[in-house]
């Protein structure tokens, strides 16, 4: 039987393994799409996430996606009915590959890096920022104009309020984490206190 560290690691490895397969199938894509019609980069994108929010909502759709117990040409014939006047051709051709090669549950994986792709190819970078308020127009474009100059990057905010945080706020730009927020300098104030408690009781 694996121990716990063994099993850690073979998930940790199942996850890199569907990043890199769904990071190729994603490159593909794009590829297809720039030869045939490279306007329509970003509008495949969002096509593509709103199949897979529309897929993933449905209890029903998922379960029949992921099921090893439905064949790939029950799978096929199905989607192909459901797409054929409500999708565009690469998302098709894309979907019809996923199935052929029994890798339909990437598709979540694969829409993920297809925006990661669309995001460096046109400089942009995701930035969540955590406030204690909801921020106005003026600071969400403030907030950005700041970090595009120290980022060299287009910031794309995704906000969120949590009033825990008392006032500031929390940014995050991929595992860098910036807190300037009010709870966090009232901890920081309160170990100071209680490591010189400690101290002194020494």
Request: aromatic letters at 2%.
């Amino acid at each position: 039987m694996a121990n716990a560290e063994s099993l850690h690691e073979t998930v940790l490895e199942a996850g890199t393994k569907r990043s890199r397969l769904a990071r190729v199938y994603a490159e593909a894509l794009l590829a297809s799409v720039l030869k045939q019609s490279p306007e329509a980069v970003e509008a495949v994108g969002d096509e593509l996430a709103g199949f897979v929010r529309e897929a993933g909502a449905n209890p029903a759709v998922a379960g029949f996606l992921a099921s090893p117990a439905v064949g790939k040409r029950a799978k096929a014939a199905a989607l192909s009915v459901a797409l054929a006047d409500r999708a565009s051709a690469p998302l098709r051709g894309l979907v019809g590959v996923l199935g052929q090669n029994h890798r339909l549950d990437l598709l979540r994986n694969v829409s993920a890096a297809y925006r990661q792709l669309l995001d460096q190819r046109a400089g942009r970078v995701w930035v969540k920022v955590t406030a204690a308020v909801p921020l106005s127009d003026a600071q969400k474009g403030a907030l950005a104009a700041s970090l595009k100059d120290i980022l060299n990057r287009e910031p794309m905010l995704d906000v969120r309020v949590d009033p825990d945080l008392l006032g500031g706020l929390v940014v995050q730009v991929g595992d860098t984490v910036i807190d300037t927020s009010v709870r966090f300098r009232l901890q920081a104030i309160r170990t100071l206190l209680l490591d010189g408690g400690n101290s002194h009781g020494r």
